[in-house]
């Protein structure tokens, strides 16, 4: 019988040690590897989901703060109250920058429309033609809604030291206040 080499000896042992160790191990090791990606895959796409929410949510809020500022701006424009004594306030104001005197102010009857009430202020005015425009045009610059029906002009003349014309202006001023909200006198 011929004698084998140590060096195949050795070599058919390695051969077999590794086989063993690949069946033993890393066969094993493949299969968790695999697992572990198919888990791996599954919390990415549960990631990427969870991210489009995180979008979504975010375009939400951005969305909510823009329609909140609107409604915000909405409520200044067509308040829950008439609160006729802050508005003659303003005219006052406005009537003083633009050089204009209110020589009348008187509510009217309101009005109930489907889904607002009118609020008409008869308001008789007094002052140079062109500061009339310039108060006209600042009451139109209100936050608050208001339309001008009915205006009048009346010519006279001012007793002042430059005899300056002066003319009168008469109509009647709608402010509008949500159906929700309160009327008061």
């Known amino acids: 019988m011929r004698k084998i080499r140590p ?3 050795i070599g058919i042992f390695a051969i077999i040690v ?30 990427k989901k969870t991210m489009a929410v995180v979008k979504r949510k975010e375009e939400a809020n951005r969305r909510l703060q823009i329609v909140s500022r609107e409604w915000e701006q909405a409520v200044r424009m067509l308040p829950t109250e008439t609160n006729i004594p802050e508005l003659l306030g303003t005219l006052t104001k406005l009537g003083g920058t633009h050089e204009v005197r209110i020589e009348r102010f008187k509510p009217l009857p309101k009005s109930v429309k489907q889904k607002y009430i009118e609020v008409p202020i008869e308001i008789t005015i007094r002052g140079g033609y062109h500061d009339i425009a310039r ?10 809604i208001v339309n001008i029906k009915g205006l009048k002009l009346a010519a006279g003349r001012e007793e002042t030291t430059e005899e300056e014309y002066k003319i009168s202006a008469t109509f009647v001023l709608i402010t509008y206040v949500s159906k929700g909200g309160k009327v008061e006198g």
Request: positive net charge.
């Open 135 to 144: 108060f006209m045009a600042a009451m139109n610059n209100m936050e608050r």
């Open 7 to 9: 060096s195949i000896f």
């Open 18 to 47: 590794f086989a063993g160790g690949y069946f033993t191990t890393i066969k094993g090791k493949r299969a968790k590897i695999k697992e572990k990606q198919d888990e791996y895959s599954l919390v990415q796409n549960k990631l």
